[in-house]
C-alpha cells in the first residue's frame, strides 16, 4: 500500500498559494515581453500599446486578485483562486520589464545581430543584463503580491 502524500499546514499551503499565483503571473509575463519581443521588429508601436494596456490594467488586476476570493465567495473554486490571482497581477509583473525593454533603441539588437551574435547571444549578453534589475524588481513585486493574495485567500477560506 502506497503511504498517502503529506498533508501541508496551514504556512505550507500558504506558500503553496502564494508560489502558485506567482509562478502563472511570470508565465504569462515571460510570453507577453517574449511577443513584444518578437514583434518588436515588425511592428514598432506593438510593444507601447501592450504597455499602455497593462497599465490600464494595472490597479483593477491588484484589486481583483486581492478581493476576488470576497466576491466570489470561498465555495467552488478553491484550488483555480491562486491561477485566476495570477492572472490578474500579471499586468504588475510584465510592466516593469516591458518598460526597460522599450527604452532600449531597436539599433541595438540590429547592431549586435549585424556583428554576427545569434539569437541566443543577444538574449545572454544584451537582454538579461539589460533587463535584470527589473526582472528581479518584477519577481519581488510578484512574489509579494502572491504571498499577499494567498493570505487573502487563507483569511477567506479558500484553502481549507
Known amino acids: 500500500m502506497m503511504p498517502s502524500p503529506p498533508v501541508p499546514d496551514g504556512r505550507g499551503m500558504l506558500f503553496l498559494m502564494a508560489g502558485e499565483c506567482a509562478l502563472t503571473a511570470f508565465i504569462m509575463a515571460a510570453l507577453i515581453v517574449v511577443m513584444c519581443m518578437l514583434a518588436r521588429r515588425r511592428m514598432p508601436w506593438g510593444p507601447a500599446a501592450v504597455q499602455v494596456m497593462l497599465l490600464l490594467a494595472l490597479l483593477p488586476g491588484v484589486g481583483g486578485a486581492l478581493c476576488l476570493p470576497r466576491l466570489l465567495g470561498a465555495g467552488g473554486a478553491g484550488s483555480m483562486w491562486p491561477v485566476l490571482q495570477g492572472m490578474l ?71 481549507t
Open 89 to 159: 497581477l500579471c499586468p504588475l509583473v510584465t510592466v516593469l520589464p516591458l518598460r526597460t525593454m522599450l527604452r532600449v533603441p531597436a539599433s541595438v539588437s540590429r547592431t549586435a545581430w549585424g556583428l554576427g551574435a545569434g539569437t541566443w547571444m543577444r538574449v545572454r549578453m544584451l537582454w538579461l543584463p539589460l533587463l535584470g534589475p527589473s526582472l528581479v524588481l518584477s519577481a519581488c513585486a510578484g512574489l509579494g503580491m502572491g504571498m499577499l493574495a494567498a493570505m487573502v485567500d487563507a483569511g477567506a477560506g479558500v484553502g
